[in-house]
């Protein structure tokens, strides 16, 4: 994976993301041709850890290219998040980190890539430590107050729920990445790029057979450009090969493999309607 080296320290504490949490090894996404030599290293290392979940940053777009997490359904704890503010991670030097300057006095919303409610399981230690690294500005990208509001928007915060009620899942665990699409014609602002568009890939096993879906967050999927105010986000189930040209990132033959729907063409595809709408 490409990289740019900085003095930033690891935690031996925090383990992160595990590539064996499910049954079928999931390696990390690697970054293709013409994503930039960008990430932010910690000791050495691209990939930075936290409590359940690892990540890499940009150190251009000050954002995390991905987010990985693990969610274990027998053991996740309802916490509170009372205490707890959004802060830079002290590993990693300040100006790769967008903070409160970006979010201040205006319309954007301070948005969770890695959902808090989907971190919290476990030890009661490493449910309230993963519950505090949840907040670092690192598992944070900046969205509009409509985009987090939007009735078509509301899907892509359930879309965990939904797979947890609808599918009886080997072990009640799942993996999850996501993570923003870095468009080179993304609106500036405050000197950060904005992204308008979001993706999540869903990876699961069911009767002994690894599943993936992925999914898209935007407003057009056929040409996959954003006309802010003109229309709603919507919920788009893609195929991963979509989400590779979409993001830039290669992900490993497993997921690939796992990836057995037969959609229709971007252009004659309709918006999920609800979670109901979901092929898992």
């Known amino acids: 994976m490409n990289s740019t080296q900085t003095t ?8 992160g993301f595990s590539t064996t949490f499910l049954a079928t090894r999931i390696d990390f996404p690697t970054a293709g041709p013409d994503v930039p030599a960008d990430s932010v290293e910690v000791d050495g290392s691209p990939v930075i850890n936290y409590t359940h979940f690892s990540l890499t940053m940009s150190t251009t777009q000050k954002l995390a290219r991905w987010v990985a997490w693990n969610i274990d359904g027998t053991e996740i704890k309802l916490l509170s998040r009372t205490g707890l503010n959004f802060t830079k991670d002290p590993r990693i030097p300040e ?19 890695a959902r808090r409610a989907d971190l919290t399981w476990g030890s009661e230690t490493e449910a ?10 690192t598992n944070i990208t900046p969205q509009m107050d409509d985009f987090n509001q939007s009735g ?23 993996s999850i990445f996501g993570g923003p699409v870095f468009a080179a014609n993304a609106q500036v602002y405050r000197g ?38 003109l229309d709603e ?18 992900f490993p033959a497993a997921v690939h493999a796992a990836d057995d729907l037969v959609l229709a063409r971007a252009g004659a595809r309709s918006p999920l309607g609800s979670t109901a709408d979901i092929l898992w």
């Open 95 to 113: 100006e790769y980190q967008a903070g409160n300057d970006l979010y201040a006095n205006n319309r954007l919303d301070r948005g969770h890539l």
């Open 8 to 15: 930033a320290r690891a935690d031996a504490s925090r383990t």
């Open 128 to 137: 309230k430590q993963a519950n505090k690294d949840s907040f670092y500005f």
């Open 192 to 229: 950060y790029r904005i992204p308008t568009e979001y993706w999540k890939l869903i990876l699961f096993e069911h009767e002994g057979r690894l599943k993936a879906r992925a999914f898209m967050l935007t407003q057009d999927l056929d040409r996959m450009q954003v006309f802010m105010a």
């Open 152 to 174: 078509q928007a509301g899907i892509w915060g359930r879309l965990e729920n939904a797979l947890y009620e609808d599918v009886e899942l080997d072990q009640l665990r799942c």
């Open 233 to 250: 986000f919507r919920v788009y189930q893609i195929s991963v090969a979509e989400l590779e040209e979409r993001t830039g990132l290669d």
